[in-house]
């Protein structure tokens, strides 16, 4: 098991969704979250006074989905929204628009090419090729001839995917701002991922003392992260 240089009691569980905490599935929508990933996470939300919160590249409502009344804080968007409690409003940062042409165009290319799916989001847009991988090289060849980054955007790696982000949002800042309000403040984050959107979170959580993991440098894959979460919740240093 990988170990924590510090006791559980003292740290926040911060974690990323998608193959992190759930397998990767064919598309977005056909996640699944086990009923024992559930438990485990209710019951260290619990022990950590709260302290649990997820930091995802999906917008919150996917979150809410998937895992409802599970974090106490949701960052999602890759920063772009926060939600530091259940109970209150999530805040969004203000940011530049998707253009209206490069949504059209995005649709286009997809009904050209079967298993393509363009994931809007609040400031961005996902270019999904999971279900496509032929069209990988049409799809960036489009991004490129749209230029984005003189509209304030960047062109993201992820995972069978092209991810068009605004600039200035990214995990670290989004793990920087979780930790600054109770229950998070005063403890030490363990930050855990597993693509590179991730790396900024776990750089912030080392940054702050606190640890932070990637998979599958640190845990060969999500069901093994699964397992350590379970083993977590059993262990009897809670109270160290
Ligand atoms: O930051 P995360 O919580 O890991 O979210 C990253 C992106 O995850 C989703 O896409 C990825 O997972 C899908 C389901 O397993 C998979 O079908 C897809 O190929 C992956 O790229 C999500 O759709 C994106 O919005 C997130 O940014």
Request: glycine share 10%; charged share 25%; with cysteine.
């Amino acid at each position: 098991m990988t170990e924590l240089p510090f006791s559980p009691s003292r740290m926040a569980l911060l974690l990323d969704f998608d193959g992190t905490l759930v397998d990767i599935a064919p598309t977005p929508d056909s996640v699944v979250v086990p009923a024992g990933l559930v438990d485990d996470l209710l019951c260290l939300k619990k022990r950590l006074g709260g302290a649990l919160a997820i930091i995802t590249g999906r917008p919150i409502a996917q979150i809410d989905h998937f895992l409802p009344g599970i974090p106490h804080a949701v960052a999602g968007e890759h920063g772009v929204a926060l939600r530091r409690a259940p109970d209150v409003a999530a805040v969004h940062a203000s940011l530049p628009e998707i253009h209206a042409a490069w949504l059209e165009e995005a649709d286009e290319t997809a009904a050209r090419y079967p298993g393509v799916h363009v994931e809007r989001k609040r400031a961005g847009l996902v270019l999904h090729y999971r279900g496509a991988p032929g069209a990988e090289q049409a799809l960036r060849e489009m991004t490129s001839r749209w230029g984005v980054e003189r509209y304030g955007f960047g062109v993201q790696e992820a995972k069978m995917a092209l991810e068009l982000r605004p600039d200035g949002v990214d995990k670290g800042q989004a793990v920087r701002r979780v930790m600054e309000e109770m229950p998070f403040r005063g403890r030490l984050p363990v930050f855990v991922g597993d693509d590179v959107t991730d790396m900024d979170g776990v750089l912030a959580a080392r940054e702050l003392g606190g640890a932070g993991w990637l998979i599958p440098d640190d845990f060969p894959d999500a069901a093994s992260f699964r397992e350590w979460l379970h083993k977590l919740a059993e262990d009897k240093r809670w109270n160290v």
